[in-house]
């Protein structure tokens, strides 16, 4: 049976996404040699160097589904590299910050310096850096989206 349209744009679209992840293999490797860290535990701790957040907040701006936010959150904290604790206003709320440890970690990260990626989106223009990442959060979107549907189903059953 030939392939419709449809199908080949699926195929090209899994392929682009596989390429993508073989890409970013190079820059786990790196983040685990330096702090035995996975790529998405470094961006937690990225993400809360810059400010504390909620519990739900980094979840939510690191396109993680809550279980899949709370069980990073477990690992880290489990190490010291992150505190949590309730919101003093709002006590559903559960605050995350860096510990010390934490901040002495993601500071030490080489993530994307000296890397072809890094090279590759430096010679980009700025147009083509926005199409892309915005092609990009489009696609993690609709993979959480599923992933949220799914988890109701399931509690639902």
Do not use: C
């Not at 685990?32 to 909620?54: C, D, F, G, N």
């Not at 010291?80 to 500071?107: N, Q």
């Not at 993530?111 to 223009?125: H, L, N, S």
């Amino acid at each position: 049976m030939a392939a419709t349209n449809s199908d080949d744009s699926r195929l090209r679209l899994l392929r682009a996404y596989l390429d993508a992840v073989t890409l970013s293999e190079a820059i786990q490797t790196r983040i685990w040699h330096a702090a035995e860290l996975t790529l998405a535990q470094a961006r937690v701790l990225r993400r809360l160097a810059k400010e504390p957040r909620s519990l739900g907040q980094l979840g939510t701006d690191l396109l993680l589904a809550p279980p899949s936010m709370t069980r990073l959150a477990d690992r880290l904290e489990e190490r010291g590299l992150i505190a949590r604790s309730r919101d003093a206003e709002d006590r559903r709320k559960v605050l995350v910050t860096l510990t010390a440890e934490g901040r002495r970690l993601v500071s030490a990260i080489p993530i994307f310096e000296g890397t072809p990626i890094r090279a590759a989106v430096d010679r980009m223009t700025v147009g083509d850096r926005e199409r892309i990442a915005a092609a990009m959060r489009e696609f993690s979107a609709a993979v959480i989206k599923v992933e949220e549907e799914s988890l109701l189903v399931e509690t639902e059953a």
